[in-house]
């Protein structure tokens, strides 16, 4: 169920642990079933920045 949603997914969130960002992300997945866009909606709503893998985000570390 939890494969196709998230899979190809990037979520960051500045001082989420690993743990928290993987309770988050199953949380989220629950909530959206098999609707991306609601599994993103989500993520987002938390305070990540949710992206494709490879796709350019305009993030750039502090300093560069």
């Given at each position: 169920m939890?494969?196709?949603i998230g899979c190809a997914d990037?979520?960051?969130k500045p001082g989420a642990s690993?743990?928290?960002i993987r309770r988050d992300e199953i949380a989220c997945r629950e909530a959206a079933?098999?609707?991306?866009?609601?599994y993103?909606?989500?993520?987002k709503?938390?305070?990540y920045l949710v992206?494709?893998?490879g796709e350019e985000t305009?993030?750039?570390?502090a300093g560069r």
């Amino acid at each position: 169920m939890f494969g196709a949603i998230g899979c190809a997914d990037v979520s960051f969130k500045p001082g989420a642990s690993p743990d928290q960002i993987r309770r988050d992300e199953i949380a989220c997945r629950e909530a959206a079933g098999d609707v991306e866009a609601d599994y993103q909606s989500c993520m987002k709503d938390r305070g990540y920045l949710v992206s494709k893998s490879g796709e350019e985000t305009g993030w750039k570390p502090a300093g560069r």
